[in-house]
């Protein structure tokens, strides 16, 4: 009976496999979207920590029974189902990762990143066979792990920088070189046969992430940018800040997308952002203002205010900086790490008028 029914399941499965594959990914997607909000959380990791032993497990399972180590009824019928629990782990965690990576991530300056993670997960549709060489599926495994590694480790430390993706690089590298020897010391011969191919694998991957970090392309996780705005006052008072805005009718809402800043006589720019970080991670961020020099055409960097931010707030550690002197054209604030990862970029255009906007105090 077990096996009648097992028989009719894989037939469906075959018969159906584009259209589930398909609904899979897109249903999971949206499910992850929901359910995975904090970074930091247990419940989030835990997820993608099963994600990833399922990965490594199936991995494991399917070179025992390559190489004639497991055998018998039962495996005969589950082995053909094994590639879509691997393509299954994967297909989940890189949908987790694309959601965490672009919710801190700035298309101005991660979207080569993005548009690799946004790869992986559409082209996990594709991979069902794929998943079948042991090259390919340590190669996928490795840069799982690595993307794992790039934001749990400075929410271990409760620090960001160069030498804690470094320590990331490190504990990515030791955590697959113990998996390889435990797959070396069941199936010897799998990983002798493709010991060079595996270090070009794994080496090209991580000097290749190891470019991106580098070249500001990978977006600064676990920070994310959660609100930002240009005000004509920004006041901390007890329950947190209030600022002063332009008031927006609700048949205006196209303004929100492309923001003008009414100055009337003289008064100072407020830009106001609120940057999530995890619990006990604290740094800095920096403001970024530069205008636009229409002569030339290109961005000059006006000036850098930085301030410390404490981990912790759902909606993030809210800061300001202002801007005196300025002068009406295009103008755009980056909010940036230290070291030049960008987590957001505000644009908007000064203009000077004879008549103070109507405004209005919202508490942030």
């Excluded at 987790?96 to 990143?113: K, N, P, T, V």
């Excluded at 080496?203 to 959660?226: D, E, H, Q, W």
């Excluded at 997308?257 to 009337?264: E, I």
């Amino acid at each position: 009976m077990w096996f009648e029914r097992g028989e009719k399941i894989k037939n469906f499965y075959t018969s159906h496999e584009r259209h589930l594959s398909s609904l899979a990914l897109l249903v999971g997607f949206v499910v992850d979207n929901f359910t995975l909000q904090r970074i930091d959380l247990w419940f989030e990791n835990l997820v993608l920590f099963s994600y990833l032993g399922v990965a490594g497990l199936g991995i494991v399972s399917v070179n025992l029974y390559e190489s004639g180590r497991i055998r018998g009824r039962v495996v005969e019928k589950l082995m053909p189902l094994l590639p879509l629990v691997i393509q299954f782990a994967f297909g989940g965690l890189f949908s987790g990762y694309f959601i965490f990576y672009s919710r801190s991530a700035s298309l101005a300056g991660s979207w080569i990143f993005i548009i690799f993670l946004g790869v992986l997960l559409v082209g996990n549709e594709l991979f069902k066979t794929r998943y079948l060489r042991f090259g390919f599926q340590i190669a996928i495994f490795y840069i799982a792990l690595f993307s794992f590694t790039i934001f749990y480790i400075p929410i271990l430390v409760g620090s960001i920088g160069v030498w804690v993706f470094l320590l990331s690089g490190l504990v990515s590298i030791g955590l697959m070189g113990a998996f390889l020897y435990f797959i070396y010391k069941i199936i010897p011969w799998r990983v002798q046969q493709g010991a060079k191919q595996l270090v070009v694998i794994i080496g090209g991957a991580y000097i290749a992430i190891n470019a991106m970090y580098f070249t500001n392309v990978i977006p600064p996780i676990p920070l994310s940018l959660k609100n930002a705005g240009i005000y004509h006052l920004v006041e901390r008072i007890d329950n947190g800040y209030v600022v002063r805005q332009e008031r927006v009718e609700w048949y205006q809402f196209y303004k929100k997308y492309k923001p003008t800043y009414h100055r009337f006589q003289n008064e100072p720019v407020y830009f106001f952002s609120s940057v999530f970080s995890p619990t006990d991670l604290d740094t800095k961020i920096v403001h970024r203002w530069a205008y636009y020099n229409e002569a030339n055409k290109e961005w000059v960097e006006s000036s850098n205010i930085s301030y410390d931010i404490v981990g912790g707030r759902d909606g993030g550690y809210r800061g300001y900086s202002l801007k005196e002197n300025i002068f009406p054209g295009r103008w755009r604030v980056d909010v940036m790490t230290p070291r030049g990862q960008l987590l957001g970029r505000y644009d908007f255009v000064i203009e000077e008028v004879f008549e103070r906007p109507i405004l209005e105090d919202v508490v942030q």
